[in-house]
C-alpha cells in the first residue's frame, strides 16, 4: 500500500511556456502533500506544503506566482511551473502523508524531470 | 529538525558491510532518528526509525549510544543495488499536519562490484 505517482516522469518545455505536473495517491487520502525540488548532486528542497481545501503554504525563497500548488481532493495534487526559464529546469518530487500520521509516513512519487529548452 | 551531520560520501565493495554514521549533538528528548533512502532519479523512501538502543528490520540496523548523540545505520552484505543517498533527520516528526520533513545533504553511498 500506500503509493504515490506522479505524471509525467520527464517533460521537456520551451521557456515561457506553463506545465502542469500531477501528484496522486493511489490507496490512500492523502490530507496534506508536499512538492520538493532536486538539482543533480543535491538534496531535496521542500517547496512547499499543501493541506487539502486550503492554499499551499510556501517555504521561504520560493515564488508562490510561479509554482502555483492546487489540492482539490485528497487524493490529488498539482504543481504549475509558469512561464517556466532554463533556470526551473529540475527533478520535482512529491510526497503525501494520510490523515493522523506522524510526519515521517510520508510517502514519495517517483519524480518529474522537468527540462525547460 | 535538529540538525545533523553525515559524511557526504562513501564507498564499499559487495558482500561488505556499511555502517553510515549521523551525528546529531542537539537532539532533543522527544526526538527520533529517522533515515530515508534514495535510488538515483527516484524519491526517497523512509528505511527505519529509532529512539534507543538498537532497531533492525529486514533493510537494515540503527545503532543508537546512550546520549543518542550519534546514530549508526548499518546495511549488511550490501550489493550494488544499494547504491544510493542516505539521509539522516532527527526530529518529533508529530501528526500535526503541518510537520514537515526537511532533508540535509545526506551520505552518498556508492557500492564497487
Known amino acids: 500500500g500506500a503509493v504515490v505517482s506522479q505524471h509525467p516522469s520527464w517533460v521537456i518545455c520551451k521557456s515561457g511556456t506553463s506545465v502542469k505536473i500531477e501528484c496522486r495517491s493511489l490507496d490512500f487520502q492523502a490530507t496534506t502533500m508536499f512538492w520538493y525540488r532536486q538539482f543533480p548532486k543535491q538534496s531535496l528542497m521542500l517547496m512547499a506544503t499543501?493541506?487539502?481545501?486550503?492554499?499551499?503554504?510556501?517555504e521561504q525563497g520560493v515564488e508562490k506566482d510561479k509554482f502555483l500548488i492546487n489540492h482539490a481532493s485528497l487524493t490529488l495534487s498539482t504543481l504549475t511551473v509558469t512561464s517556466a526559464h532554463p533556470e526551473d529546469s529540475s527533478f520535482y518530487i512529491c510526497s503525501a502523508r494520510g490523515a493522523g500520521r506522524v510526519s515521517y509516513e510520508q510517502y514519495f512519487g517517483p519524480g518529474t524531470r522537468l527540462t525547460v529548452t | 529538525l535538529a540538525k545533523t551531520t553525515q559524511p557526504i560520501s562513501m564507498d564499499s565493495y559487495e558482500g561488505q558491510e556499511v555502517n553510515i554514521t549521523c551525528s546529531h549533538n542537539n537532539i532533543a528528548t522527544n526526538d527520533y532518528i529517522t533515515w530515508y533512502q534514495q535510488f538515483p532519479s527516484q524519491g526517497p523512501r523512509f528505511i527505519i526509525q529509532?529512539?534507543?538502543t538498537k532497531v533492525t528490520n529486514e533493510v537494515a540496523s540503527l545503532f543508537i549510544p546512550a546520549d543518542r548523540k550519534s546514530s549508526t545505520l548499518s546495511l549488511p552484505r550490501v550489493s550494488l543495488s544499494d547504491t544510493a543517498v542516505y539521509y539522516c533527520l532527527v526530529g518529533v516528526f508529530s501528526s500535526n499536519r503541518d510537520d514537515k520533513i526537511i532533508f540535509g545533504k545526506g551520505t552518498r553511498l556508492h557500492i564497487l562490484p
Open positions: 499543501s493541506n487539502e481545501g486550503s492554499k499551499a503554504t510556501y
Open positions: 529509532g529512539y534507543k
